[in-house]
Each structure stands twice: as structure tokens, then as C-alpha cells.
């Protein structure tokens, strides 16, 4: 092994089951073992968002562009612009995505559990209602 160029891979729409609105994402990096790395670039069409979930061993975004939200549960949201990166933690329940009239990319960091567990490295629950998103652009 030496370092190398990753080949790029396609760009694949967001399933409808874990997300509202169109998001598309490039899966850039997915480290084999011992790296349990794995690195994306989300793109969020206004309005676009994710249902609520949690990652086994946390998450960190990096925002590249365009305006959104990250909110974990029973906390307030958490504008999102370029330049920003957050942190969720280990099992914390939340949701990201774009605000109301803007797109928003973002990088997505996180680590898949120790295979020996046989936890998922995302759980995914409900959408978001209609009084969770921030309908209101910039709103939070
Ligand atoms: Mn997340």
C-alpha cells in the first residue's frame, strides 16, 4: 500500500426513507480495517433535510456552502454556514439539512463501530413533522 488517488464515485441521490426533499452524496473515503473512517459530501436542495438518526460513534459536518440546520433533540437549532463544523455525539438524536430557500453542502466525518458490537453506524428514526422544520428562511 502507498498513498495513492481514490477513484471517485458516483453521485447517489439520498433514499426517501432517511430523507426529505432531494440530497444527493458523494461517498468519498470509507476506510478499511483497523480505520473505521468514513467521509462524505452531502448537497441539500432547499428545503431538503434528514429524517432524525443517530451515529454509533458520532458525527462531525463541515460546512462548505449555502445556509442550514443542525438541531440534536430537545435543544435549539444551530444555524449552519460555510466554514462552520459541528460535532454531534455518540448516540445523540438529531437532524441536518438546508434551510427553507437555500442549498447547503457539507462534509460528513464519522466512524463505523466496532464490527464485534453489531451496532448499525446510523439509526435511523422518524422525519421531522411539520412544526420541527424551521419553515421560516434563516429561522433559529
Ligand atoms: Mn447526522
Known amino acids: 500500500m502507498s498513498t495513492r488517488p481514490l ?4 453521485t447517489v441521490k439520498g433514499p426517501e426513507q432517511w430523507f426529505t426533499g ?19 459530501l ?24 449555502g445556509l442550514g440546520y443542525v438541531q440534536s433533540r430537545g435543544e435549539d437549532v444551530i444555524v449552519l454556514r460555510p466554514g462552520d463544523t459541528v460535532h454531534t455525539p455518540a448516540g445523540e438524536w438529531h437532524w441536518h439539512g438546508a434551510t427553507a430557500d437555500q442549498f447547503m453542502c457539507h462534509l460528513a466525518l464519522w466512524e463505523a463501530p466496532d464490527p464485534a458490537g453489531g451496532q448499525p453506524e446510523t439509526t435511523w ?3 421531522l413533522g411539520e412544526d420541527e422544520y424551521p419553515a421560516a428562511p434563516g429561522e433559529g
Open 7 to 10: 477513484p471517485n464515485g458516483p
Open 22 to 40: 432531494d440530497v444527493y452524496f458523494n461517498a468519498y473515503y470509507a476506510g478499511q480495517e483497523p480505520s473505521r473512517t468514513r467521509l462524505n
Open 42 to 65: 452531502v448537497r441539500f436542495a432547499p428545503g431538503a433535510h434528514t429524517a432524525w438518526h443517530a451515529h454509533a460513534v458520532g458525527q462531525t459536518l463541515h460546512v462548505t456552502e
Open 125 to 127: 428514526g422518524e422525519k
